[in-house]
């Protein structure tokens, strides 16, 4: 994995710092990241884009790529910047497999956090996010898996993700080739053979449905303890309208769910031509700046559990 670092000589060691995720084989050369990280920095805060293995045309080091329930890696980067930084604020930011991977880890220290009540907060490893953002994130993975089987969603989405994960593998043959069957791989179709032939193995999941079920963030909804924002789009084809978990969010005293009624996968454009910035250029640097605008406010909620 990578970092890339924006805005790092501008700003003091205690200036606030976004650290955004991109999506499936995303990494800060695209162009929704690097528009993000622009309005963003313009707006007077660092970022860091985490870049998952493999992805930048980095050359692995190990046999081990990434996935989206597996959020060893966003421990690691986290304590990274705040090693580097330990009094600078962090809110993160996911896209798609980003969002995943964030609402995840999020999870994953809620529910740490709420192990053991007796144990003294000061004693608590506790999340080093004051806040997050997930957007375009696939509430039900299997369902999403599902949607993009279908003929036309296969032939737009399915089969170029597979093809740009396959790219990976190829370019990484001579150290997967140590663990995995690599011309299996190279046969896969869909994004959800790619993971029956090498994620499943990778992470040490039972099956395929196995991996999808314990990477869908709609049953971990309780488990989060920090402010998270999501936003979905009602016509997103990653993201079946059904799959939402409108009921369950309501509940929730933590997650916000905004969904608006056309943007696609990771689109939200503004007009009819993609030349004006996008609902994402507008909205993401609000949302930023609103968090660390109101610091003690959004702390307060992280420190009642």
Not at 87 to 114: R, T
Not at 119 to 134: D, G, H, R, V
Not at 193 to 207: P, Q
């Amino acid at each position: 994995m990578s970092l890339s670092w924006s805005n790092v000589d501008a700003l003091t060691d205690e200036s606030p710092t976004v650290v955004l995720l991109p999506g499936l084989t995303g990494c800060g050369c695209c162009n929704y990241i690097a528009s993000l990280v622009k309005e963003i920095n313009e707006s007077g805060y660092r970022c860091v884009v985490f870049n998952n293995r493999g992805t930048c045309r980095r050359k692995l080091k190990t046999a081990r790529t990434y996935c989206a329930c597996d959020t060893s890696d966003m421990a690691l980067v986290l304590d990274r910047i705040r090693s580097r930084y330990p009094s600078a604020p962090m809110m993160a930011i996911g896209i798609s497999l980003g969002a995943l991977i964030v609402f995840n880890y999020l999870a994953d220290q809620g529910k740490g956090s709420s192990a053991d009540e007796s144990e003294p907060q000061s004693a608590k490893n506790t999340c080093p996010l004051t806040a997050a953002m997930c957007i375009c994130m696939p509430w039900d993975v299997a369902q999403t898996s599902d949607k993009l089987e279908k003929s036309l969603d296969w032939f737009l989405f399915n089969y170029p993700l597979t093809k740009s994960l396959q790219r990976l593998v190829i370019r990484n043959a001579d150290v997967l080739s140590e663990k995995y069957d690599i011309p299996k791989i190279l046969k896969s179709r869909s994004v959800r053979e790619f993971d029956a032939n090498m994620t499943v193995d990778m992470f040490g999941y039972k099956s395929v449905e196995d991996y999808y079920a314990q990477a869908s963030p709609a049953a971990k909804i309780d488990d989060i303890k920090v402010p998270v924002l999501c936003l979905n789009a009602a016509d997103d084809p990653f993201v079946p309208f059904e799959t939402l978990p409108l009921e369950a969010v309501k509940q929730s005293d933590n997650v916000v769910l905004a969904v608006t009624r056309h943007g696609g996968h990771i689109g939200f454009l503004a007009g009819l031509t993609p030349t004006r910035p996008s609902l994402l250029d507008r909205a993401v640097p609000q949302v930023v700046s609103a968090v660390f605008q109101n610091l003690e406010e959004f702390k307060a909620v992280a420190a009642c559990y």
